[in-house]
């Protein structure tokens, strides 16, 4: 599976757009990009994934670049109740998420 | 309902004791897990169960032994309990055996005293 790079920590405003960047320079062609975030002491929860095309669901949408090297996430309107640790995952096939250190996403008030 | 629920929560014990964890969904996935998160908040594969047969087993002592009694289940026998194993441990499932959306419990804390 390719290696994604996030920064470390990102803050946003309450009832702004929070955009999360994944660097994933060595992703394959059948390689999916993912996003699941984990709230404090909580389970992941699954937001979004895409392989080519830009995704929108009810929690956020799915940015993906043309040579599909990166991506961002957008929240638009980001809430308190949204400050999480957000993980970029990549793969194609198999079991398993490969969960690195992800972004922490502060949302002030 | 809770889609995948883990027993207990909570559990703290001593050195050298023997305990499980179990996991159960009512998803009607084929696919189940096991996570390990520990203090530094990296969350890794242990196992991954794929209609009760074992698909995944990344390096994890012996101590660690899943069992899958049905497709709903998935419980984590831990032998010999190590200060080490004290992490969070959580359950997920997914609906097939190509990578999908996968589907977290709420985890047990373990603290080994």
């Known amino acids: 599976d390719a290696k994604t790079t996030q920064p470390p920590s990102m803050d946003c405003a309450e009832g702004r757009a929070a955009n999360l960047p994944c660097n994933h320079s060595?992703?394959?062609?059948?390689?999916?990009v993912y996003w699941y975030r984990q709230i404090h002491s909580q389970g992941p929860q699954y937001i979004i994934h895409g392989l080519k095309n830009n995704e929108t669901n009810e929690m956020a949408s799915l940015i993906i670049t043309e040579d599909r090297k990166s991506s961002t996430l957008i929240l638009p309107h980001a809430t308190l109740r949204d400050t999480a640790v957000y993980y970029c995952i990549v793969g194609d096939s198999g079991y398993a998420l490969n969960f690195g250190k992800g972004t922490s996403l502060l949302v002030t008030p | 309902d809770t889609a995948v629920s883990q027993t207990p929560k909570y559990l703290v014990t001593q050195m050298g004791n023997d305990k499980s964890i179990k996991c159960e969904q009512n998803l009607g996935h084929d696919t189940m897990y096991w996570y390990k998160q520990d203090s530094k908040k990296f969350l890794k594969i242990m196992f991954s169960y794929n209609n009760k047969e074992l698909i995944i087993n990344e390096t994890v002592p012996n101590r660690f032994s899943p069992k899958s009694p049905d497709k709903a289940h998935l419980n984590l026998h831990i032998n010999s309990l190590e200060l080490g194993d004290s992490a969070v441990y959580f359950c997920a499932s997914s609906p097939g055996w190509v990578r999908e959306t996968q589907y977290f419990g709420p985890g047990t804390r373990l603290l080994v005293l």
């Open positions: 060595t992703i394959s062609g059948n390689e999916y």
